[in-house]
């Protein structure tokens, strides 16, 4: 069965400092695999996804994440984080339509 | 706007006492799903619809049901709430065959059980 692994449950840092929070899954064939946001009291939100082509993904508000197949990985950075982007941010891969998520980062940026 | 819609946003129950969540969605979405996520915690996947057919997650309670009357509405059944069940249980919707299977997410339903 595959599963996504994030390893940093607590994310700390000041605005302006870079941000790179990482993702590993567990499948090895095909992928598609996302990044959600949820902003404090707000739902579930798209900041990215990937499923072919280019390996480096754009999303909203100056996100980016790229798939490494060799690594299994797919991290999500940001080059200067503001305030605003304090929130839990979930790394989710497709398994047949059932999204599997990862247990989450908690991000807090001090201004 | 296009959009999943979750009633009520917040909901009070008693222990054992029976309550339901409703989910809308005017995305024409043929696929719904219903998750559980407790605090600090990823969502956790009850049960999905393709249409009409239903299917269950193995690890959901007996004690959680869903209804699917018609492509735009989903509900969950809590038949007797127990504080365990206190969470936020969130509805999401995609469209099966639609590339990358992305899934779009109402507000959610906070459920607290007294």
């Known amino acids: 069965a595959q599963s996504v692994s994030q390893h940093n449950h607590h994310v700390i840092l000041s605005e302006a400092a870079s941000l790179e929070l990482g993702c590993n899954y567990s499948?090895?064939?095909?992928?598609?695999l996302f990044w959600y946001v949820q902003y404090p009291g707000q739902h579930l939100q798209l900041l990215l996804k990937y499923f072919s082509g280019d390996p480096l993904v754009k999303g909203i508000k100056g996100f980016e994440a790229e798939f490494i197949k060799s690594k299994f990985s797919f991290n999500l950075r940001k080059p200067s984080v503001q305030w605003s982007d304090t929130a839990e941010y979930f790394c989710?891969?497709?398994?047949?339509?059932?999204?599997?998520f990862g247990t989450g980062t908690r991000l807090q940026v001090f201004p | 706007d296009a959009m999943v819609i979750q009633n009520p946003r917040y909901q009070v129950t008693q222990f054992g006492k029976p309550v339901t969540l409703s989910c809308s969605q005017t995305l024409n979405h043929n696929v719904m799903y219903w998750y559980q996520q407790k605090s600090s915690q990823a969502p956790k996947l009850l049960f999905h619809?393709?249409?009409?057919?239903?299917?269950n997650e193995a690890d959901t309670p007996d004690n959680f049901q869903s209804r699917r009357p018609n492509t735009s509405f989903c509900f969950l059944d809590i038949r007797s709430p127990g504080l365990g069940d206190a969470a936020m249980y969130l509805c999401?919707?995609?469209?099966?065959?639609?590339?990358?299977?992305?899934?779009?997410f109402g507000p959610g339903t906070r459920l607290t059980v007294l």
């Open positions: 999401a919707t995609s469209r099966e065959g639609l590339a990358g299977g992305e899934q779009f």
């Open positions: 989710a891969v497709i398994n047949t339509d059932k999204l599997i």
């Open positions: 619809y393709y249409d009409k057919d239903f299917n």
């Open positions: 499948y090895g064939g095909t992928v598609n």
